[in-house]
């Protein structure tokens, strides 16, 4: 398993949750780090992701809530979610960019989703 993700559950509306991720220690260098969701009958979208510079990009529906850090030393990143709403329910998926010793070349990694469910 190359991403490990934890974190999500249930909460309330205007709760609040934080998702981590860990990538293996097999990756040599990862460029982007970050986090996609999957609603019930919709496509994945982009939420937020995050650079090895620390530049960010977030999906306009969670700008101003959502908060994405990066740890490079530890190959890990986190997702704080604030504010949250009933559409933010999903399935949450820890997603990496790199370069893993061995490997064909830079390639995407996806971790086994997380399940966020937002009760109203």
């Known amino acids: 398993v190359q991403l490990q993700a934890s974190g999500g559950g249930l909460v309330q509306a205007g709760g609040s949750l934080r998702l981590s991720c860990a990538a293996s220690r097999r990756f040599f260098s990862i460029f982007t780090m970050g986090w996609y969701r999957q609603a019930p009958g919709k496509q994945r979208e982009l939420v937020a992701v995050?650079?090895?510079?620390?530049?960010?990009n977030y999906a306009d529906s969670v700008k101003g809530r959502f908060i994405v850090s990066r740890d490079n030393a530890k190959n890990t990143v986190s997702l704080q979610m604030n504010s949250l709403k009933p559409e933010d329910t999903a399935v949450y998926y820890c997603n990496a960019r790199g370069y893993i010793i061995g490997s064909a070349g830079t390639q995407e990694y996806w971790g086994q989703g997380t399940l966020v469910t937002v009760s109203s």
């Open positions: 995050i650079t090895s510079g620390n530049s960010t």
